[in-house]
């Protein structure tokens, strides 16, 4: 099964490419790697939600965020290179914006890790940071960059 018909089975339409806020590109590739540049879970442009992860914000629903970032940069590598070159997911690192004491960051990226794994199978597997942080950019509550081996 390819790519586009996995999404399609899970009931995922790529969005447009979030334009960039500041001087990055979305996705750069170089050699036989595309390196993401870190998403935030966009919905028609809009962020659905901003806080910090334990407070304003629960881990279940951090997780979806996370989800969205996931398809955010399958959206940037398929504008690129076409998600059908991709070899492998290689490394995904996820931002958490949290609250005082707050420990739930793997879950909360587990949201874009299960996701890749669901569309790659097993070359969705791949290496991964959690990171929990005091503030991202415009107060979201997660951001997601990757690494794709393409072909």
Do not use: W
Not at 47 to 64: H, M
Not at 88 to 94: E, Q, S, T
Request: hydrophobic letters at 45%; glycine letters at 10%.
């Amino acid at each position: 099964m390819s790519v586009k018909d996995k999404l399609a089975e899970l009931g995922i339409e790529l969005p447009p490419v979030v334009p960039p806020a500041a001087a990055y590109v979305p996705a750069l590739r170089t050699g036989n790697y595309v390196y993401v540049s870190g998403q935030l879970p966009f919905v028609d442009g809009k962020l659905p939600v901003t806080g910090k992860v334990g407070a304003e914000v629960t881990t279940e629903d951090a997780a979806k965020h996370a989800r969205q970032c996931a398809i955010n940069i399958m959206a940037a590598v398929d504008d690129l290179v076409g998600l059908e070159s991709v070899v492998r997911v290689v490394k995904l690192v996820g931002f958490v914006a949290s609250a005082e004491g707050y420990t739930g960051q793997p879950v909360v990226i587990n949201g874009a890790s299960e996701l890749l794994g669901e569309v790659f199978g097993e070359a969705g597997k791949h290496a991964r940071s959690a990171v929990g942080v005091y503030q991202l950019p415009l107060d979201t509550p997660v951001e997601v960059e990757a690494i794709f081996e393409v072909q």
